[in-house]
């Protein structure tokens, strides 16, 4: 099983309808075969500079790759992630 | 409920007996009363440069507070933490 998540920050201010926007389209992601447990969270660590994360789970490689492959990703990646966030840092964790 | 995680890089080499001790005594933090759910990950994301996680979880503000303050936390920041670990990011998540 592997947890993907991203921190984020948008470009939009903070409590803004194109903020809220954002937050609820992403949830186009849920539609995508082999997309388990997404959640979306508020990044509350002062010791970085993330305001937002997703998280999600995949049963196994395979289901990571046809998310990053499927056309719901690559096009909410191609017309809303790439416009709308300012910086990012992706995480991916497997059990030890 | 707050998720408080750690992404980290050990001084030791990979797959070292160091390494593999830290890992193993960083458990002492399950000791410590209000901690939920610790769990020790591998990072396998290639777009960041960090080998490990933790996460753990609070009920609450005031939960994670005294786990901050816990002598067993002190101490193993302390005495484990800053000598062993060569970067790190702390990340702590809020449900939307």
């Given at each position: 099983?592997?947890?993907?998540?991203?921190?984020?920050?948008?470009?939009?201010?903070?409590?803004?309808s194109a903020e809220a926007k954002f937050l609820t389209d992403a949830l186009v992601l849920t539609q995508i075969h082999g997309v388990q447990h997404f959640e979306r969270l508020r990044q509350i660590s002062p010791k970085n500079e993330f305001d937002f994360g997703f998280s999600m789970q995949f049963a196994d490689a395979a289901a990571y790759q046809r998310y990053d492959e499927h056309p719901i990703h690559v096009e909410f990646?191609?017309?809303?992630?790439?416009?709308?966030?300012?910086?990012?840092?992706?995480?991916?964790?497997e059990a030890l």
């Open positions: 099983m592997i947890v993907h998540s991203v921190i984020f920050t948008l470009k939009h201010p903070a409590g803004s990646v191609r017309d809303r992630w790439v416009p709308e966030v300012a910086k990012f840092l992706e995480i991916d964790y």
